[in-house]
């Protein structure tokens, strides 16, 4: 009886020490305190080798044939102003995203000409013919690309 006992007493110990460990591995990661979120380091390490400046003053396609595959979403947005579009958005998971800055449009009217659909003449098409003025890399809030242009 008493080996028995023992038998179920030392059962019980590695069953909850191992459910521990396991609870302990299975935590999501958590965010540093400069917010950098966790993301394929591949992915990390093709967009910070990445020479932004090369791409200045260069259709935005070209800058976009080189960025890594697998992004979630691709959008135009506003940066200094909402109603005027100024950015194109590549977000991969892991909110990894590039911000490609254009400030003089030849191609795409970055002004919104119908309040009620904030996007509906802002053409993606359009916007990769037009000159990059500069580029930002975040992983999440953290810059790792473009840095020196963060607050233009």
Known sequence: ????????????????????????????????DQGACPADSLLIAQL???NLAYYQNKPVDSLLVHLPAGYATMKIGGWRSQRVAEVLYIIYPGKVSVG????????????LTNTSNPTQNWDINLFKKEAITYTIIFNGSVCINGCENKNK
């Open 1 to 32: 009886m008493k080996n028995y006992i023992l038998t179920i007493l030392t059962g019980l110990v590695l069953f909850f020490f191992h459910s521990k460990v396991m609870a302990e591995e299975s935590r999501p990661a958590v965010l540093s």
């Open 100 to 111: 490609i800055h254009v400030r003089n449009f030849q191609f795409m009217n970055p002004r």
């Open 48 to 50: 910070t080798s990445l």
